[in-house]
């Protein structure tokens, strides 16, 4: 499996059958996105394309890890990933890319689907990402605790003022 900074299917030549592709993505693919948060990674792919007269239809399942930091404990950590997405590419007289369903033209030679695989890996991502349960730093929790009983405590100059509400 080579490593990949675009992902590209060479549609010419293709028969009206189901085919199989298997690909791998590390941290220079998403060098090629500059809102892209992903530095380092090991992302395989694995796209099984449908091929017909007038539409393709490719099913792509990934796995791999990516390197974050945890948003509990603030350490990094190898996160795994993995997810599938389905896209309808319809064959016709324009070209036109909806999200669900792209139509390109019927004599196009490649299909290059960088930026829907960048979307699917980008979105699987969780909004929070904390080690499994019980890895944190249990250093930094304890740091993270003593700041936040210290922030809690208030200043008695408040509290006298609070007594007149």
């Given amino acids: 499996m080579k490593v990949l900074d675009t992902v590209r299917i060479a549609l010419?030549?293709?028969?009206?059958?189901?085919?199989?592709f298997e690909y791998q993505i590390d941290g220079s693919f998403f060098e090629n996105f500059k809102s892209s948060e992903i530095e380092t990674c090991n992302i395989d792919i694995e796209l099984e394309l449908v091929k017909s007269s007038n539409m393709l239809v490719l099913d792509m399942r990934f796995n791999g890890n990516i390197d974050t930091m945890c948003d509990s404990c603030g350490s990094p950590y190898s996160m795994p990933l993995n997810g599938k997405e389905k896209l309808i590419v319809k064959l016709g007289e324009s070209e036109n890319f909806d999200e669900e369903v792209w139509q390109i033209t019927s004599f196009e030679q490649e299909l290059e689907i960088t930026h829907f695989v960048y979307e699917c890996v980008s979105v699987a991502i969780p909004a929070k990402r904390v080690h499994p349960e019980d890895a944190c730093d249990k250093g930094a929790l304890k740091n993270l605790d003593n700041y936040k009983a210290e922030k809690e405590s208030t200043d008695p100059r408040w509290d006298k003022l609070k007594e007149l509400v």
């Fill in 12 to 20: 010419a030549g293709l028969k009206d059958q189901t085919h199989q």
